[in-house]
């Protein structure tokens, strides 16, 4: 068994892609992109399809050789594995000196991007609280990754005040839990938040 490594590579580049085509991915180093989309997505390769000819008979003589059908490759998005490199990114590490966001809430930034393309292969514009708020309640979520809704106000603006951002109203925290929820990120029953960590998608 063979595995198509070329498909994989094309696979890792477009996800670089995306994170370099955001507004914020500007300020952030190829290094830092790349750190990033390691860190985020496991891409594994889909099998190279293999040629095979049956018996031969006068008929098969000028048949072409088969392929067998292709398993396709996956590409696992993790928010944990992304969060963990969160504290270590430095202002040292980027490429601007004035940044419109925090390094940290640039690199969930940049993770909403590429979550939002390979799951619902969608591009659409992001900001600040969408990332501040998916970023407070997996620092706050408890061992069951849960968080009442009302707590989750309470922990984004504590968040924000930290990185020097303007409150958010009850309505705009609406407005991102409900969007975090469409791209499921998260899910909300009887007022409770349930953060899903993981997505898994093939691709050939």
């Known amino acids: ?17 995306v994170a370099a085509r955001d507004p914020v991915g500007a300020i952030l180093t190829d290094e830092v992109r790349l750190r990033l989309v390691n860190a985020f997505a496991s891409i594994t390769p889909p099998e190279a399809p293999e040629f095979t000819i049956g018996l031969i008979t006068i008929n098969s003589l000028f048949d072409s050789p088969k392929a067998r059908s292709r398993k396709p490759g996956n590409v ?29 809430v640039a690199i969930v930034l940049v993770g909403l991007y590429i979550w939002n393309k390979v799951w619902r292969g969608a591009v659409e514009e992001f900001s600040d609280i969408e990332a501040v708020t998916i970023l407070a309640l997996w620092q706050n979520r408890d061992g069951e990754s ?22 958010l109203t009850n309505s ?21 938040i349930w953060l899903r960590e993981w997505i898994r998608v093939t691709y050939s």
Do not use: T
């Open 1 to 17: 068994m063979e595995y198509d490594k070329d498909a994989a590579l094309a696979k890792r580049k477009q996800l670089l892609s």
């Open 76 to 104: 696992v998005l993790n928010w944990r594995k992304l969060l963990d490199i969160v504290p270590d990114v430095s202002l040292a590490s980027l490429g601007a000196a004035s940044l419109p966001v925090a390094p940290q």
């Open 146 to 167: 849960k968080i009442a809704e009302s707590e989750g106000f309470v922990r984004v603006s504590e968040l924000r005040v930290h990185y020097a951002l303007p409150p």
């Open 172 to 192: 705009q925290y609406a407005s991102a839990i409900n969007r975090l929820v469409q791209l499921d990120c998260i899910k909300l029953e009887n007022g409770i």
